[in-house]
């Protein structure tokens, strides 16, 4: 079995990381967990972070779902096992749009990831040693059973709000489709209900940068040194990404046609010669090797491109038909990846049916990242909802 | 040196490929052909095709600029050398708007390129083995003097149009402005004065993939077996192009979330189980590294990011105000590439100094790719252009 507290071949957290605020839960100790892939995990590990207190009755709890590369770090500064402060740390905290002086706020981090949760870094049951191309596939449905059971171990029947952005996103939709009565409120955020076949095909593409890097190993690398697992795939698979999670003209007006190294290499025409948004992607690139893990990005990755709230649900429509909650649904007019029209779906399918739902649009040039960047700007909103699924709860 | 007849490790023109129609043009035997990097080539080959007969007086002469993997056979049947027809068969022919009865046309393989012109499968001409990793960086301003070269040759002295969508359209634009008085009429399509950020993050990426493929050894692996050259990462490469060429709405229209394969995998969950969007991008994966060289890719995909009007000119208002040309600027709305604005830039920019020109959008949903798939929409823009400058060259 690998040293647990070595550093791993490519990013994933490993026991001894945790910053003391993070907690842990294991199910699946006597009866496996059933998968949608029709394959099962044992002794399935969720780590979760709370902030705030849980009332009495349980009734002013939030869950907030991470995206593809976030944690259960939504808030707070960067510690150990977390180089970042909290992904959403603007809108999640005391006296903060997600005010944890009034709500019990929690956030887990996501099955197949790789800080703390079970995902193919875990070390299998049967042997020990890492899943690896053992690790199954698994669905964003299978993401929120398993939050379901943590929910079940910290004594909520309901949220109050369950919101997420991008996957996280993803995760709350099937929330209130899989458990109507557990989620009274949903705040859904440049996101869908199906992932396109453009998004699909920009999942494929970091696939098979992956797939190609000979370090890859067919996704058994875990014995590999530090840092010498399949960076190059991965780091190309992130390129592909960053390039749509932002936008042109933030590119234009930031990067231009800059050259990188201008003082070192001069200004010659060379093959590799980098202009500075090259740099600027492999620094992000080379950052995502040394945070997260080849293998759970894959696992996610697949997981975002199954996603599909009407999967054996009939249509759309049906699989809709399940929510309840009141809903905020948000775009990015500027986001190329999961462009506003998806999240304006979300509030014709739900306003067709009666659901209380609003249409707020992110005016942002910033492009899907602007979820996080411009997050001010849900603030009114988002404590809306909070404080009219509060008094619901009464 | 290697069999020239042999199948390339990844697809490239060989003698003895050619249909007959090809031509060849050398220069640069006596003196080097001095390039933009600061370094020269020698015996520099120019493939190219025409159609139509040139007038007495050399009035008649329409060149056409192709796009990265297109070569010179913009117009015809599929033959040897070339398993599809004319990339612009629709649109140059006898009777069509580019019309071979009256003018003649013109369009020569791009310097780089592996379609018979000189570029990195080439003999060297000091040991007759292929450039390989010794081939210099050209650039679009490389690719225009040579046709000029080409140009002289056939006894031209000046175009009645230079017409091009895409790098075709870097290549037309740098006409304008290199050789002002050799350009009469400009169509410049679904292309920009300068590539922005966005358009270099996504060459960069395929870059990295093809230079992450164990295959392509540096750019020297002529030597390897047919096909067995860095055709995994040029596929990749040409997956993220592939993506960016079409549109979100009509992957939606046409792939949606089906699943490739299904009668055979059935539909459960596999991590490199393929929807039918995936299959069709490893299609033409696959189907560029049977007809076009990898490093061909790189130096071309090179030249695109480094196009820039203004370099070495001291703007874009000063590069452009070289040119006189009446203009037809060609965008195209759902053009995620490059986006119509860069069409309407330059439209604005030679307005801004009288020059004639023209903007017309074609209205397709079908993104850069358009230019060629919608390409009837400019039956009666060019025939207008071509008839005017006809006019003006009596």
Redesign the interface.
């Known amino acids: 079995m690998p040293d647990p507290l070595a550093l791993p071949a490519t990013g994933a957290w490993r026991p001894g990381d945790e910053p003391g605020h993070r907690q842990f839960f294991t199910f699946a100790t006597d009866r496996r967990f059933a998968l ?3 394959t099962a995990l044992s002794d399935v590990v969720v780590a979760y972070e709370t902030w705030g207190r849980l009332d009495a009755d349980a009734s002013n709890a939030v869950l907030l779902c991470h995206a593809w590369t976030g944690d259960s770090h939504a808030s707070g500064p960067a510690g150990r096992g977390h180089d970042t402060p909290g992904w959403w740390d603007d809108t999640v905290g005391p006296g903060k749009p997600i005010d944890t002086d009034k709500y019990f706020v929690v956030c887990a981090n996501v099955l197949g990831g790789c800080q703390g949760s079970t995902g193919p870094a875990s070390p299998h049951p049967d042997d020990g040693e890492p899943y690896g191309s053992r690790f199954p ?1 698994v ?1 964003i449905r299978d993401m929120v059973r398993a939050q379901a059971r943590m929910m079940e171990h910290l004594g909520i029947s309901r949220w109050m709000s369950v919101i997420g952005g991008s996957m996280g996103g993803m995760q709350a939709l099937e929330w209130a489709v899989m458990y109507p009565r557990r989620v009274r409120s949903l705040i859904a955020i440049a996101t869908c209900m ?5 998004q ?3 999942g ?2 970091g ?3 992956i ?4 370090k890859w190993r067919s996704g058994d690398y875990y014995d590999a040194s530090p840092g010498d697992g399949p960076t ?2 991965l ?2 698979a992130r ?2 990404a960053q ?1 749509t999670f932002r ?2 003209n933030v ?2 007006d ?4 800059e050259l990188a190294d201008k003082a070192t290499v001069g200004d ?5 010669q ?5 740099r600027y ?1 492999e620094y992000h690139g080379k950052k995502i090797a040394t945070r997260f893990d080849a293998n759970s990005y ?2 996610i990755g ?1 997981a975002m ?2 996603h ?1 709230v009407a999967r054996g649900r009939g249509s759309l429509e049906r699989a809709m038909a399940r929510v309840t909650a009141p809903t905020l649904a948000v775009g990015i007019w500027s986001d ?1 990846l999961y ?1 506003a029209y998806q999240q304006r779906q979300i509030a014709d399918i739900l306003q067709a049916r009666d659901v209380p739902v609003e249409y707020v649009e992110i005016d942002s040039p910033h492009g899907h990242d602007a979820f996080l960047i411009n997050s001010d700007q849900l603030a009114e909103p988002i404590e809306q909802v909070l404080s009219t699924a509060a008094k619901s709860m009464l």
Do not use: C, H, N, Y
Request: aromatic share 8%.
């Open positions: 949608d892939s029709g596939v669905t199906q992932a396109t076949a453009q699909i095909a920009w494929a593409i696939r098979r940068a797939g190609l890097d000979p190059e795939g780091a190309i390129m592909v390039v936008s042109d590119f234009t930031r990067f231009g046609r010659t025409l060379g093959m590799w980098r202009f500075e948004v090259e992607l894959l696992s697949k491109d199954l599909d190329m462009p």
